[in-house]
C-alpha cells in the first residue's frame, strides 16, 4: 500500500505537522527525505532497510557524502542533500554558542559538545570558556587520547581559561564506546578541575558527556 493510501495518522508528514518531528521513528524521518522509496517499495520501507543494512542513524549519517550516494535509496543528489541538511543543523546549533552570545539554556552546551565530539572515534576532552555574563568566548580541543581515554591536566585547563579571561568554564568529553555514563574518573577529574579553577576565581559550570543518545551532565547528576 503507497503511504498516501495509509491512514492520515500514521502518514510521516502528517504526524510531523501534528505531532511534532520528536514523535517520528528514525526511519520515518529518514522517508520524510527520500520522498519516495524503491521501485515496489514505499519510502518508509525502502529507510528501514537502509537503517538495517547501514545503520543505526548516526553510523548511516557519519559517512562520507560519497559513500552515502552509492546506498540503495539514495544517489548522489540524495547523498548531497542529506550532507547539506545535517550542516545546517550543526551551523543551526553552534550559531547559539558564538563568540559574545550569551548562553542562556545550559543544555545548549551540551548539544554543541555532543556536535563536536560525537563522531570522533578517540576521546577528546573540550572546553567551553564563558565571560562574566556567560557569553562564549573560544571553544578549545585541549586533550586527545585513545579509544579507552585521555589524559587531563588541569594545569593546562587554568592556563587556558587565564588566557581568555573567563570567568566560567563547561568541559566535555566523549566515550567512543557510545556508553555516556560517567566514570570514577570521570568524577575525579571534574572535581579536581573545579579546585583548580576555584583558586583563579574561575567557575566549573558543568561537565558533559558525549556518548549516543543525550549527552550526560554531571552538573544534573550534583557532581560539579
Same mark, same amino acid.
Given at each position: 500500500?503507497? *503511504?498516501?493510501?495509509?491512514?492520515?495518522?500514521?502518514?510521516?508528514?502528517?504526524?510531523?505537522?501534528?505531532?511534532?518531528?520528536? @514523535?517520528?521513528?528514525?526511519?520515518?524521518?529518514?522517508? *520524510?527525505?527520500?520522498? %519516495?522509496?524503491?521501485?515496489?517499495?514505499? &519510502?518508509? @520501507?525502502?529507510?528501514?532497510?537502509?537503517?538495517? &543494512?547501514?545503520?543505526?542513524?548516526?553510523?548511516?549519517?557519519?559517512?562520507?557524502?560519497?559513500?552515502?550516494?552509492?546506498?540503495?535509496?539514495?544517489?548522489?543528489?540524495?547523498?548531497?542533500?542529506?550532507?547539506?541538511?545535517?550542516?545546517?543543523?550543526?551551523?543551526?546549533? &553552534?550559531?547559539?554558542?558564538?563568540?559574545?552570545?550569551?548562553?542562556?539554556?545550559?543544555?545548549?552546551?551540551?548539544?554543541?559538545?555532543?556536535?563536536?565530539?560525537?563522531?570522533?572515534?578517540?576521546?577528546?576532552?573540550?572546553?567551553?570558556?564563558?565571560?562574566?555574563?556567560?557569553?562564549?568566548?573560544?571553544?578549545?580541543?585541549?586533550?586527545?587520547?585513545?579509544?579507552?581515554?585521555?589524559?587531563?591536566?588541569?594545569?593546562?585547563?587554568?592556563?587556558?581559561?587565564?588566557?581568555?579571561?573567563?570567568?566560567?568554564?563547561? *568541559?566535555?568529553?566523549?566515550?567512543?564506546?557510545?556508553?555516556?555514563?560517567? %566514570?570514577?574518573?570521570?568524577? %575525579? *577529574?571534574?572535581?579536581?578541575?573545579?579546585?583548580?579553577?576555584?583558586?583563579?576565581?574561575?567557575?566549573?559550570?558543568?561537565?558533559?558527556?558525549?556518548?549516543?543518545? @543525550?549527552?550526560?551532565?554531571?552538573?544534573?547528576?550534583?557532581?560539579?
Amino acid at each position: 500500500m503507497h *503511504i498516501r493510501n495509509w491512514p492520515a495518522a500514521e502518514r510521516p508528514r502528517e504526524k510531523l505537522l501534528s505531532r511534532g518531528a520528536g @514523535a517520528l521513528s528514525d526511519a520515518e524521518l529518514l522517508a *520524510i527525505f527520500l520522498g %519516495s522509496g524503491l521501485r515496489g517499495r514505499d &519510502a518508509v @520501507a525502502t529507510s528501514r532497510e537502509l537503517l538495517t &543494512a547501514h545503520g543505526p542513524l548516526r553510523s548511516l549519517l557519519e559517512r562520507e557524502p560519497g559513500d552515502l550516494a552509492g546506498l540503495p535509496g539514495l544517489g548522489p543528489a540524495r547523498a548531497c542533500q542529506l550532507a547539506a541538511a545535517l550542516e545546517l543543523g550543526n551551523r543551526h546549533l &553552534a550559531a547559539s554558542l558564538q563568540r559574545g552570545v550569551a548562553l542562556t539554556d545550559p543544555l545548549a552546551a551540551g548539544r554543541y559538545f555532543a556536535q563536536r565530539l560525537r563522531a570522533r572515534g578517540h576521546e577528546v576532552f573540550a572546553a567551553l570558556f564563558l565571560d562574566t555574563r556567560h557569553r562564549t568566548l573560544a571553544f578549545e580541543e585541549l586533550f586527545q587520547g585513545t579509544v579507552d581515554g585521555a589524559e587531563v591536566h588541569p594545569r593546562e585547563v587554568v592556563r587556558r581559561a587565564l588566557a581568555h579571561n573567563a570567568a566560567a568554564v563547561i *568541559i566535555g568529553h566523549n566515550h567512543p564506546s557510545g556508553c555516556p555514563e560517567p %566514570s570514577a574518573a570521570d568524577h %575525579s *577529574i571534574t572535581s579536581r578541575l573545579k579546585q583548580a579553577l576555584a583558586l583563579v576565581d574561575v567557575r566549573l559550570l558543568d561537565h558533559f558527556v558525549v556518548g549516543d543518545g @543525550a549527552p550526560v551532565s554531571l552538573a544534573a547528576r550534583g557532581w560539579v
